[in-house]
């Protein structure tokens, strides 16, 4: 018999390779798990049985022909807001409520030329716009530590499958944090590439300049792994780097041993955090500052990250989701002319959050205010990233909180968008300066809940990112299994 609990994708791939399981068993197990813990979590908008256990017969086939793959078999699940051709990819919103993808993204392709099973689409922020997953137009996630807690957002239903073992990991999407904040909060790994590392083809776009695509996993080598695939240039984005990828599982291990010197940006610092989060993370640095150089660094335009965010990724959303208009795909309302069904399709296909994001977006960019924010956000954004630039000119690597808090209750945040804003002011600076940033667990609260350390790094240096916090991993030596799977 499978114990998810303790499987990882890469003892899953040994024990597929060993013949102890197969993959049809293991993705029956996955759905066991679903079938017995996401009525609770509510961690799925869409189950894919059918067609998962039909792939992981396939690739009981292809293994016993001796074909090898880098994840062949192995289930998986996909945040909503990207393509599967076939399936349903409704970005938690009613306004795609109906529609079904004609094609599949290109980190899709990739992973099903490595041979991974999709077991379903997971739930997030209505157009990953949020930090709770309460914008959900259909419900919200729960978090599996405590389940009236949030999971974090907008990666929130990718995080909690993966923290209850509902798959053995996950993509989401970071546009100020929506793979980080989630995982610190549900006890697992998630990783934001370099902005360009992978391709964002077919990832519903919230904020073009800003969103990645990147994995959640439960440690640091299945992160490592799923980037290798998903990683390198794709001619269909623009945005794409033509670099090679490096193999980020196996060079880790190597890189790992290296003696980085490491950053504690100050600002990050200073009487933002919550006690409990304070004290999980100076015992993680305490720990590394045994074995390693930890120096004071400044980031000193952090204060404004989360103003210049809040003008920059609602401009380019207004753009983005200006095409859902009830013409050409999903939800139409009922109307008398046309410029009636666009006002009435727009209210009543997005929810309160896409509309507060949109207006404020759209008034940044109007005639005679554009230069007044949008303009000068994309000045102050240029000085977050050359505080970055220099920060890391004297360190390897950037140390810092995820979040100020650990998770909190659902309902406390969700009518005070202005906290709910600010619970991202550790992830936002990372994605305005395009930097590589993952979130591993450094422990528990004293009421048990997980609390996560960032681990920042250079542009396209995200395999010493990923060495750093498998080294980290491997020191903290934590194993954390959520209440709701102890029981």
Not at 214 to 238: F, Q, R, Y
Not at 307 to 325: F, K
Not at 338 to 343: E, G
């Amino acid at each position: 018999m499978i114990d998810l609990k303790e499987l990882t994708i890469t003892k899953a791939l040994e024990a597929l390779e060993q013949g102890k399981v197969s993959s049809k068993e293991l993705v029956e197990e996955v759905f066991n798990y679903i079938k017995k813990y996401d009525p609770q979590v509510k961690a799925f908008l869409h189950i894919n049985e059918e067609q998962a256990i039909e792939s992981a017969k396939q690739a009981d086939e292809l293994r016993k022909q001796g074909v090898k793959k880098k994840l062949l078999g192995i289930p998986l699940s996909i945040k909503d807001n990207i393509c599967i051709k076939g399936l349903p990819t409704t970005c938690a919103s009613k306004i795609l409520e109906n529609f079904i993808a004609p094609y599949d993204a290109t980190v899709i392709e990739r992973l099903k030329e490595a041979g991974a099973v999709f077991v379903g689409k997971t739930n997030l922020d209505e157009f990953a716009m949020g930090s709770s997953t309460e914008n959900s137009a259909f419900f919200p996630t729960k978090n599996p530590w405590d389940l009236e807690r949030v999971p974090g957002g907008s990666s929130g239903g990718s995080a909690a499958a993966v923290a209850t073992r509902m798959g053995l990991g996950s993509l989401g999407s970071d546009t100020g944090g929506s793979i980080r904040q989630p995982a610190c909060f549900c006890g697992v790994v998630g990783l934001k590439p370099t902005y360009g590392r992978v391709s964002r083809f077919g990832l519903v776009a919230f904020a073009s300049s800003l969103d990645q695509i990147g994995p959640i996993t439960l440690n640091v080598e299945d992160s490592a792994l799923l980037l290798e695939v998903i990683a390198g240039h794709d001619p269909k984005d623009s945005t794409s780097c033509p670099e090679e990828v490096p193999k980020y599982s196996s060079i880790i291990k190597e890189k790992s041993k290296e003696k980085f010197t490491l950053g504690l940006p100050k600002e990050f610092f200073e009487g933002k955090m919550d006690s409990q989060v304070e004290k999980v993370l100076s015992e993680a640095i305490d720990l590394i500052k045994k074995e390693y150089e930890v120096k004071e660094v400044s980031l000193p335009h952090t204060e404004y990250a989360v103003a210049t965010y809040y003008i920059i990724a609602p401009a380019e959303a207004s753009s983005n989701l200006a095409r859902y208009d009830g013409v050409k795909y999903g939800f139409r309302a009922e109307a008398g002319g046309l410029i009636d069904m666009y006002k009435k399709t727009r209210a009543k296909g997005f929810g309160k959050e896409v509309k507060r994001r949109i207006m404020l977006g759209t008034y940044a960019l109007s005639a005679g205010y554009y230069d007044a924010f949008y303009l000068k956000a994309s000045k102050v954004r240029t000085l977050i990233l050359k505080d970055f630039l220099n920060a890391l000119n004297e360190v390897d690597l950037i140390l810092s909180p995820v979040s100020p808090t650990p998770a909190f209750k659902l309902g406390e945040k969700i009518n005070d968008p202005l906290q709910m804003y600010l619970s991202d002011i550790f992830t936002i600076p990372i994605n305005l300066a395009g930097v590589p940033a993952i979130s591993i667990p450094a422990g528990l609260t004293d009421n048990g809940l997980p609390v996560g350390i960032q681990i920042i790094g250079k542009h396209f240096k995200d395999e010493d990112v990923l060495a750093f916090a498998y080294k980290l991993e491997k020191m903290l030596d934590l194993n954390l299994v959520p209440p709701i799977l102890q029981g």
